[in-house]
C-alpha cells in the first residue's frame, strides 16, 4: 500500500478540519468563556448544521434554553424514533451531516432504532443526548440509562463527556467521523452538569484522531489489476450498492459503465447510482431483483462491486453467488472487503478517487455477445411486470402512476414491506439520492418521519412517502409535524388491510396459514382466506387520521382515479395522504426464496 495522501473526501463545509473564526481568541483578548450548553449549539454551526430534530426533557435544559437564540431551524417530531428517522432522511436526502438532540433515559432509548437503521446503511448522523449530571451517573438515577453502553452496537463511535473543555473538540470529532470513511451515527452523552461548565475551550483547528484514519488512498496496483480483469472480461457485471450513492460517485461509475459496455445492476441501497432508464440497467438485483440482473450475476465471469457488502438479501445463497466469477470489491470499509466471500481483487478506497483512477485504464469495449445474451433474459421476463387484467385497484399501477406523474422526479421515501419493493420496480431511479429507505435493518415506521426530513432538506423537491397501512402506524404522530412547517409531502398509504410481506410469506412459504397480519378489518377472522373477505370496514379511518392532523385527505379504490388524485395532490403545495385501497392478495415477484440460491428465482407463483 502506497504512504496515504491526505484528502478531504466530501466533508460538510463546516465540518472540514479549518478552524471557524472565533471572535474571542483574538489578539489580546481573553478567550471568552462559553457554557458547555453554549458550545454544543455553536459546535452544531459550526460544523454546518442548519436543521436539528429533537425533543426536549429535563436533562437537556440547558442546552434548549440556548437552542431557541441561535439561527438553527428546530423541529420538533413527536417522538425521538421519529426525530431520528428525520435526521437521517435529511442526511439521505442532501449527503449532509444529519443532527438530532434528545434528552437522557427515555429519550435516548427512543432513539436506538432510528440510530440502528442509520448505522446497517452507513448513514451520517450526529444525535446528542442529555445525561443525569455525573455524579449520580450509577446510582439509578431518575431517567438514567447506560446510553454510550446500548448505543455502542448500533453507532460508529460514541462519546461521554467528563468536562465542558472537551466539548468543542468532541462535536468537531462526531461530525468528522459521522461523514468520513464509511459514515454512521455517532452519539455524544452529555451530563448535565457538564452543559452547565464554563469553558474558554474552542474549536481545534485540526481534527486528528490517532486511532481513526479514514484518509484512505487506494493501491495503484490493485486498480491496475481490476483494470486489467475489466478488459479482459467477456461476462462483467457492475454490482452497485449505496456506498456509491455515499460517495458521489455516480458519474464516475456511469461513466465506467457505457465505456465498457457493463450491465449494471444495482442493490435497493444503490438506486439511483445508475440511471435505471439506461439500457446497461438490469435494474435490482437479489431477492426481489429482476431475472436478468440475477441471471447475470449467476453467470458473469467478473463482477465488480462498488459500496455494496453482499447483504444476504442481494447474495441468497452465498456458497453459489457469482460463483464463476472472479470477484473485485471497492469499498472503504476494511471490514465489508472479504467479509461474506472471497473478494479476488480488493481494492481498499473511495469510489470516486479508486473510479477516476481506474476509468483511464479501462478500454472502451463493446460486449455485444453478452449483451445480446442479458437482452434474451429480459425478454423471458422483462422487469417488472404485474397482471394487468384484473378490474382492482392493484399497488403496481399506484406505483407505476406515481412514476408517470411525476415525471420520475420525484424523492420517493419509502416504509418496510411489500409496496417497498413495488416501489423499488414501478418507479425508476435515475439520480442518487432520489429513493430513500431502510435498506438494512428494514425499518417500519422510517418512511414518515424520513419524508419530513427529505423535504426539509430538499424544500424544492417533490417528496413522496410511500408506506403500508401498517408501518404508518409506527410512527404517525410525525404527520402533524408536516403540517405545522408546511412540508408538501404527499403520503401514499398502499392499504391492502394486512401487513402484506408478512401475509406473502405466510401464503407462500407457511402454506397460507395467517397468522397475526389482519390489520383490524371487522368481519373477518384471522385464519380465514383473503378472498373470502366480506365487506370489510378498515380500521383507522386514514381520512380521519389526516383530518386530526391537518392534513389534506383523498381515498382511491378505483384505477380511473388514480392519476387525477395524484395530479392534484402532487399540484398542491400541502401535505396530503393518498390512501389507495388495493387488492389484498397482490404479491412482490420474482422472488428468491429465503436461504436459496439466486438462480432458483421464482417468477410466478403456481
Ligand atoms: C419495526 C418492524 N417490525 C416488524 C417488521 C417485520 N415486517 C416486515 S414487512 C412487515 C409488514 C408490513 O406491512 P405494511 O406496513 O402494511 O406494508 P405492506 O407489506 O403491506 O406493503 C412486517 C411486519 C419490520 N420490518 N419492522
Known amino acids: 500500500m502506497k504512504a496515504p495522501k491526505k484528502l478531504n473526501p466530501k466533508l460538510p463545509p463546516a465540518a472540514s478540519r479549518k478552524a471557524a473564526p472565533d471572535a474571542s481568541t483574538q489578539a489580546g483578548q481573553a478567550p471568552a468563556m462559553r457554557t458547555g450548553a453554549q458550545c454544543v449549539v455553536d459546535g452544531l454551526v459550526e460544523n454546518g448544521v442548519n436543521t436539528v430534530f429533537g425533543y426536549p426533557g429535563g436533562a437537556v435544559l440547558d442546552i434548549f434554553n440556548v437552542l431557541n437564540r441561535s439561527d438553527l431551524h428546530f423541529i420538533l417530531p413527536r417522538h425521538e424514533q421519529g426525530a431520528v428517522h428525520a435526521a437521517d432522511g435529511y442526511a439521505r436526502a442532501s449527503g449532509k451531516v444529519g443532527a438530532c438532540l434528545v434528552t437522557s433515559g427515555p429519550g435516548a432509548t427512543n432513539t436506538i432504532t432510528g440510530l440502528a437503521t442509520a448505522h446497517m446503511d452507513g448513514i451520517p448522523l450526529v444525535c446528542i443526548c442529555g445525561q443525569v449530571p455525573q455524579h449520580m451517573i450509577g446510582n439509578d438515577a431518575f431517567q438514567e440509562a447506560d446510553v454510550t453502553g446500548i448505543t455502542r452496537p448500533v453507532s460508529k463511535h460514541n462519546f461521554l463527556v467528563r468536562s465542558a473543555d472537551d466539548i468543542p473538540r468532541i462535536m468537531a470529532e462526531a461530525f468528522y467521523i459521522a461523514a468520513t470513511g464509511k459514515p454512521g451515527p455517532v452519539v455524544i452523552d452529555i451530563p448535565k452538569d457538564v452543559q452547565r461548565q464554563k469553558t474558554a475551550a474552542v474549536r481545534p483547528g485540526q481534527v486528528h484522531i490517532r486511532s481513526y484514519n479514514p484518509d484512505i488512498v487506494a493501491d495503484p496496483d490493485q486498480i491496475a489489476k481490476l483494470a486489467d ?275 406473502q410469506w405466510q401464503e407462500i412459504f407457511y402454506n397460507r396459514n395467517y397468522s397475526a397480519v389482519v390489520l383490524q378489518q371487522t368481519g373477518r377472522r384471522t385464519g380465514e382466506r383473503v378472498s373470502a373477505r366480506p365487506q370489510a370496514r378498515y380500521l383507522p379511518d386514514f381520512m380521519k387520521l389526516a383530518e386530526a392532523h391537518g392534513a389534506n385527505g383523498m381515498r382511491i379504490s378505483r384505477p380511473a382515479d388514480v392519476v387525477p388524485g395524484l395530479r392534484q395532490a402532487f399540484a398542491s403545495p400541502e401535505p396530503w395522504v393518498i390512501e389507495c385501497m388495493v387488492s389484498p392478495e397482490a404479491n412482490v415477484l420474482p422472488m428468491v426464496p429465503p436461504g436459496a440460491s439466486l438462480s432458483d428465482m421464482i417468477c410466478k407463483l403456481a
Open 229 to 503: 480483469a475489466i478488459n479482459r472480461a467477456r461476462r462483467p457485471v457492475l454490482y452497485v450498492g449505496g456506498g456509491v450513492i455515499a460517495g458521489d460517485a455516480s458519474a464516475e461509475l456511469t461513466a465506467l459503465a457505457r465505456q465498457s459496455d457493463i450491465p449494471v445492476t444495482t442493490t435497493l441501497m444503490g438506486l439511483g447510482a445508475f440511471p435505471e432508464t439506461d439500457p446497461l440497467s438490469l435494474r435490482m438485483l437479489g431477492m426481489h431483483g429482476s431475472y436478468a440482473a440475477n441471471m447475470a450475476v449467476q453467470v458473469c465471469d467478473l463482477l465488480i462491486s462498488v459500496g455494496a457488502r453482499f447483504d444476504d438479501r442481494v447474495t441468497g445463497r452465498v456458497d453459489s453467488f457469482a460463483s464463476k466469477a472472479t470477484i473485485a470489491h471497492i469499498d472503504i470499509d476494511r471490514s465489508a472487503i472479504g467479509k461474506i466471500t472471497h473478494a479476488h481483487i480488493p481494492v481498499l478506497g473511495y469510489a470516486k478517487p479508486v473510479l477516476q483512477a481506474l476509468l483511464p485504464l479501462v478500454k472502451p469495449a463493446k460486449r455485444t455477445a453478452w449483451r445480446a445474451q442479458v437482452a434474451v433474459w429480459q425478454a423471458e421476463h422483462p422487469a417488472f411486470t404485474y397482471p394487468h387484467t384484473r378490474k382492482e385497484l392493484l399497488p403496481q399501477f399506484v406505483i407505476e402512476k406515481i412514476y408517470e406523474v411525476s415525471q420520475g422526479q420525484a424523492v420517493v421515501v419509502t416504509d418496510v414491506g411489500q409496496h417497498q419493493m413495488w416501489s423499488a420496480h414501478f418507479y425508476k431511479y435515475t439520480r442518487p439520492r432520489s429513493f430513500i429507505s431502510s435498506g438494512g435493518l428494514g425499518t417500519m415506521g422510517f418512511g414518515l418521519p424520513a419524508a419530513i426530513g427529505a423535504q426539509l432538506a430538499r424544500p424544492e423537491a417533490l417528496v413522496v412517502a410511500i408506506a403500508g397501512d401498517g408501518g404508518i402506524q409506527m410512527n404517525a404522530q410525525e404527520l402533524v409535524v408536516a403540517v405545522e412547517h408546511k412540508l408538501p409531502i404527499k403520503v401514499v398509504i398502499i392499504n391492502n388491510g394486512h401487513l402484506g410481506m408478512v401475509r
